[in-house]
């Protein structure tokens, strides 16, 4: 079993929806959780950051963690078609020395016109 | 501010053949990594270093080595080329070993095919 785990979709969506896009890991460890959007054939960039429980808005993106299930979730209102992209989660634990991103496969979006 | 710099963008090299990734980063982050991407296999970790000098072997590291002299460079050897060995490699860096606050920045990538 991996110890991030992260449904490949594609997920197909109309032009305005809300988006969700989870992910579920194994490790107690992890505390500083990630998301990042990939554009085809483009190197992955940081879309949110959170540490620990809870949830962080930033604009239309909305991040949320819940260590006590072992859950993240990010959402996406008022989609566009721009966000078409893969979605990944990354998450670590360590502290003090170097830390290793553990990555999600990655969620395939696309918003449709 | 570039960001991280990775060349080439494209390599196709045949079996047993040795190569370089170039990997440079202009944001004086300390903390560099290289990361290959699989299909169904998301981002796995190579090598990572926390400093000019220090190495680290991450979760799949034979056939590749890495040494880091300064602060910006990173370079990826691949020793003997294999097959298996292709992918899309990415480069990122951190200020932070966390990557707390500004996440982890990655390059665009460099798709290397082995034939």
């Known amino acids: 079993q991996k110890e991030v785990e992260q449904d490949p979709g594609p997920l197909s969506v109309p032009e305005g929806a809300i988006v969700s896009l989870n992910c579920t890991y194994s490790?107690?460890?992890?505390?500083?959780f990630m998301w990042y959007r990939q554009y085809s054939r483009k190197g992955p960039e940081l879309l949110m950051y959170t540490y620990s429980s809870g949830n962080k808005e930033d604009g239309r993106f909305t991040a949320q963690v819940d260590k006590s299930s072992k859950y993240i979730s990010l959402f996406i209102r008022d989609s566009q078609p721009s966000d078409s992209a893969t979605y990944l989660c990354?998450?670590?634990?360590?502290?003090?020395?170097?830390?290793?991103?553990?990555f999600g496969t990655g969620t395939r979006l696309q918003v449709t016109l | 501010n570039a960001g991280v710099t990775q060349t080439p963008k494209f390599q196709v090299l045949k079996t047993g053949q040795s190569m370089t990734l170039q990997c440079a980063q202009d944001?004086?982050?300390?903390?560099m990594s290289w990361y290959r991407q699989d299909p169904g296999m998301g981002l796995r970790l190579i090598h990572y270093?926390?400093?000019?000098?220090?190495?680290d072997q991450g979760e799949v590291p034979n056939g590749y080595n890495v040494s880091r002299s300064t602060t910006e460079d990173f370079p990826l050897r691949l020793l003997s080329a294999a097959p298996s060995q292709t992918s899309v490699y990415f480069c990122a860096s951190s200020y932070s070993n966390t990557g707390r606050d500004y996440g982890y920045t990655f390059g665009s990538g460099t798709r290397l095919t082995v034939v």
């Open positions: 490790n107690s460890a992890f505390q500083y």
């Open positions: 944001m004086n982050h300390e903390y």
């Open positions: 990354a998450m670590t634990g360590h502290t003090g020395t170097a830390s290793k991103l553990t």
């Open positions: 270093s926390v400093g000019a000098g220090i190495t």
